[in-house]
Protein backbone atom coordinates (compact mmCIF):
# COMPACT_ATOMS: atom_id res chain seq x y z
CA UNK A 1 0.00 0.00 0.00
CA UNK A 2 1.40 3.32 -0.83
CA UNK A 3 2.06 5.40 2.25
CA UNK A 4 1.86 8.59 0.29
CA UNK A 5 -1.32 10.66 0.59
CA UNK A 6 -3.04 11.42 -2.60
CA UNK A 7 -3.55 14.86 -3.79
CA UNK A 8 -6.99 16.16 -3.09
CA UNK A 9 -9.10 17.71 -5.65
CA UNK A 10 -8.55 21.06 -7.31
CA UNK A 11 -11.76 23.54 -6.57
CA UNK A 12 -11.88 23.32 -10.25
CA UNK A 13 -11.74 19.55 -10.25
CA UNK A 14 -15.22 19.49 -7.57
CA UNK A 15 -16.67 22.28 -9.67
CA UNK A 16 -16.45 20.09 -13.13
CA UNK A 17 -17.00 17.03 -10.85
CA UNK A 18 -20.28 18.12 -9.48
CA UNK A 19 -21.71 19.54 -12.80
CA UNK A 20 -21.10 16.12 -14.36
CA UNK A 21 -23.00 14.67 -11.00
CA UNK A 22 -26.01 17.04 -10.63
CA UNK A 23 -26.34 16.38 -14.54
CA UNK A 24 -26.13 12.52 -13.86
CA UNK A 25 -28.66 13.13 -10.95
CA UNK A 26 -31.31 14.77 -12.47
CA UNK A 27 -31.24 12.15 -15.91
CA UNK A 28 -31.87 9.68 -13.68
CA UNK A 29 -34.54 11.43 -11.66
CA UNK A 30 -36.13 11.76 -15.26
CA UNK A 31 -35.33 8.58 -15.68
CA UNK A 32 -37.32 7.09 -12.46
CA UNK A 33 -39.98 9.10 -12.75
CA UNK A 34 -40.61 7.11 -16.34
CA UNK A 35 -40.16 3.88 -14.93
CA UNK A 36 -42.31 4.55 -11.76
CA UNK A 37 -45.25 5.77 -14.18
CA UNK A 38 -44.93 3.46 -16.27
CA UNK A 39 -44.66 0.26 -14.17
CA UNK A 40 -45.58 1.79 -10.79
CA UNK A 41 -43.53 1.29 -7.96
CA UNK A 42 -43.96 -2.01 -6.85
CA UNK A 43 -41.97 -3.55 -9.98
CA UNK A 44 -38.55 -4.37 -9.49
CA UNK A 45 -37.14 -2.26 -12.11
CA UNK A 46 -38.75 0.93 -11.35
CA UNK A 47 -37.78 0.17 -7.85
CA UNK A 48 -34.13 -0.39 -8.49
CA UNK A 49 -34.21 3.54 -9.94
CA UNK A 50 -35.61 4.52 -6.83
CA UNK A 51 -32.92 3.10 -4.90
CA UNK A 52 -30.29 4.25 -7.19
CA UNK A 53 -32.14 7.93 -6.97
CA UNK A 54 -31.35 7.54 -3.19
CA UNK A 55 -27.94 6.24 -3.56
CA UNK A 56 -27.21 8.72 -5.97
CA UNK A 57 -28.24 11.02 -2.99
CA UNK A 58 -25.98 9.54 -0.81
CA UNK A 59 -22.82 9.80 -2.71
CA UNK A 60 -23.69 13.84 -3.66
CA UNK A 61 -23.75 14.45 0.09
CA UNK A 62 -20.38 12.85 0.60
CA UNK A 63 -19.06 14.43 -2.44
CA UNK A 64 -20.27 17.59 -0.69
CA UNK A 65 -18.40 16.97 2.87
CA UNK A 66 -15.01 15.87 0.81
CA UNK A 67 -15.06 19.26 -1.53
CA UNK A 68 -15.55 20.74 2.34
CA UNK A 69 -12.62 18.84 3.92
CA UNK A 70 -10.09 19.17 0.79
CA UNK A 71 -10.90 23.20 0.74
CA UNK A 72 -11.20 24.83 4.16
CA UNK A 73 -12.15 28.17 3.48
CA UNK A 74 -13.10 27.99 -0.11
CA UNK A 75 -16.90 28.59 -1.56
CA UNK A 76 -17.90 25.00 -1.98
CA UNK A 77 -21.31 25.16 -0.52
CA UNK A 78 -23.82 23.52 -3.64
CA UNK A 79 -21.36 22.24 -5.46
CA UNK A 80 -22.63 18.89 -5.37
CA UNK A 81 -26.10 19.44 -4.28
Known amino acids: MNSESPLPLTLEEH ?41 MDSLRQ ?6 ALDLPGDPVDGIYL
Open 62 to 67: ELQRQA
Open 15 to 55: RELGQEIRGANARLRELCTMMVGVYGFENRAAHSFVRLTEA
